[in-house]
T-cell receptor, first 113, second 113 residues
Framework: QQPVQSPQAVILREGEDAVINCSSSKALYSVHWYRQKHGEAPVFLMILLKGGEQKGHEKISASFNEKKQQSSLYLTASQLSYSGTYFC??????????????FGTGTRLTVIP | NAGVTQTPKFQVLKTGQSMTLQCAQDMNHNSMYWYRQDPGMGLRLIYYSASEGTTDKGEVPNGYNVSRLNKREFSLRLESAAPSQTSVYFCASAYWGPGGGYTFGSGTRLTVV
């Protein structure tokens, strides 16, 4: 049930944009996005519920296409502080909290000056 | 507000030794989780507790046991440590409401020699 993330790694210059994708073979109820900096714990960014919702967090936004069981994370005008590994976590089932999250293997994002 | 507190932060065990990883949260969350993180594998669920008094197996439960001591505390026990259990362990708790997501502890880096 582990979702598939792409790309595995990306290098950006400050100010550039990036898209990280997450797809599942299972019907999804929600998708979470987390960012983890080296040696630290993952930090929650946002949750998207089924319904094609799009949300934003600073200059980071995400979309969720429930028909395709896919979510994308958009990072615009990247900053050095955006560097880290991004994980999507997917929840299957029909009710938030009734099922657990399965995490992708992560996308390592490096922003350089 | 401490969030999720894990102890210890580092531990080295010899094969066959036992130990308990402690986790406590002060956010009044119902659900608590134990994950392990290995390079290239993402986060994999070991055990979870949807609410006080209940525990269930996750993806990789073999070699582990858990105890949900009360609403705040959720411990993970390794009865007979093996080198394959060398990993970083994260405890998390969750608020399953609007905008909710996982809050992770700072992690325990365990090495089994």
């Amino acid at each position: 049930q582990q979702p598939v993330q792409s790309p595995q790694a990306v290098i950006l210059r400050e100010g550039e944009d990036a898209v990280i994708n997450c797809s599942s073979s299972k019907a999804l109820y929600s998708v979470h996005w987390y960012r983890q900096k080296h040696g630290e714990a993952p930090v929650f960014l946002m949750i998207l519920l089924k319904g094609g919702e799009q949300k934003g967090h600073e200059k980071i936004s995400a979309s969720f296409n429930e028909k395709k069981q896919q979510s994308s994370l958009y990072l615009t005008a990247s900053q050095l502080s955006y560097s880290g590994t991004y994980f999507c976590g997917t929840e299957t089932g029909n009710q938030t909290g009734a099922n657990n999250l399965f995490f992708g293997t992560g996308t390592r994002l490096t922003v350089i000056p | 507000n401490a969030g999720v507190t894990q102890t210890p932060k580092f531990q080295v065990l010899k094969t066959g030794q036992s130990m308990t990883l402690q986790c406590a949260q002060d956010m009044n969350h119902n659900s608590m989780y134990w994950y392990r993180q290995d390079p290239g594998m993402g986060l994999r669920l070991i055990y979870y507790s949807a609410s006080e008094g209940t525990t269930d197996k996750g993806e990789v439960p073999n070699g582990y046991n858990v105890s949900r001591l009360n609403k705040r505390e959720f411990s993970l026990r390794l009865e007979s440590a093996a080198p394959s259990q060398t990993s970083v362990y994260f405890c998390a708790s969750a608020y399953w409401g609007p905008g909710g997501g996982y809050t992770f502890g700072s992690g325990t880096r365990l090495t089994v020699v």
